[in-house]
């Protein structure tokens, strides 16, 4: 299948690229940039260009042209502003779901973050309540599409290697997880028709990736 991944330069989906590539599916990380498409492109990796921000549903559309799945891993990463919270994790989001709806494209894989859903402590600073309340109404309005969707929560990320092992469920304990064992459940998610309407919190743990995916 073909893949379009949102947020294609990012460190899970620079992860999630080979494995689904070496699979046999088409991927199309789409990224701002065009060393960054440049870097990316390869056998069975196809990049194209997409602002984010700058860009609206009928331009993500035309990049979803022809995928049979969206993967959302986009996000304003360690950007300092609240501002772009909203515009990346959630404008991103609403766009992409737009966007896959416009082009015909049922199955929508979003990379979101654990306990989103939890209330936000008073005392929480601005930056980082922009970012859980743009992450949670992001998967509001992907749980309220009519969209094939699976919603991956990761603990905190890390860029240790990958393990091959998680702990996979609708409510985990907070711990981190590697970006590569992140990338590995989006692949193994992609090739399981029962992932479809779940919502995962996802950690480091100790069953395979493949029997995390196919028992939640």
């Known amino acids: 299948m073909r ?16 494995l689904l590539a070496e699979r046999g599916d088409e991927v199309v990380p789409l990224v701002r940039k065009q060393e960054h498409a ?9 990049p194209r260009l997409l602002d984010i921000e700058g860009q609206d549903a009928d331009a993500f559309a035309a990049a ?18 609240a501002d ?12 992409s779901i737009d966007g896959a709806q416009r082009a015909g494209v049922q199955r929508f894989v979003q990379v979101s973050a654990i306990g989103v ?12 309540r922009a970012y859980v309340e743009a992450k949670r109404d992001a998967d509001a309005a992907l749980r309220a ?3 094939a969707w699976t919603i991956i929560r990761p603990g905190g990320l890390t860029d240790g290697p990958a393990t091959g092992r998680v702990l996979l469920g609708t409510s985990v304990p907070r711990g981190e997880v590697s970006r590569s064992d992140v990338a590995a459940v989006i692949a193994a998610v992609l090739a399981e028709p029962a992932s479809v ?20």
């Open 145 to 147: 599409s009519d969209l």
């Open 84 to 95: 772009r919270k909203r515009t990346v994790d959630l404008g991103g989001a609403l766009k």
């Open 117 to 128: 859903d939890e209330p936000v402590p008073d005392d929480t600073g601005e930056v980082w």
């Open 38 to 46: 440049d870097e990316l492109r390869g056998p069975g990796v196809e």
């Open 3 to 18: 893949v379009a991944i949102v947020g294609g330069h990012g460190k899970v989906a620079r992860a999630l690229i080979p």
């Open 64 to 81: 979803f042209a022809g995928a049979g799945a969206v993967v959302f891993a986009a996000g304003a990463g360690a950007d300092g502003r």
């Open 197 to 216: 309407g779940k919502q995962w919190e996802l950690v480091a743990g100790d069953q395979p990736i493949t029997e995390a995916v196919a028992a939640g």
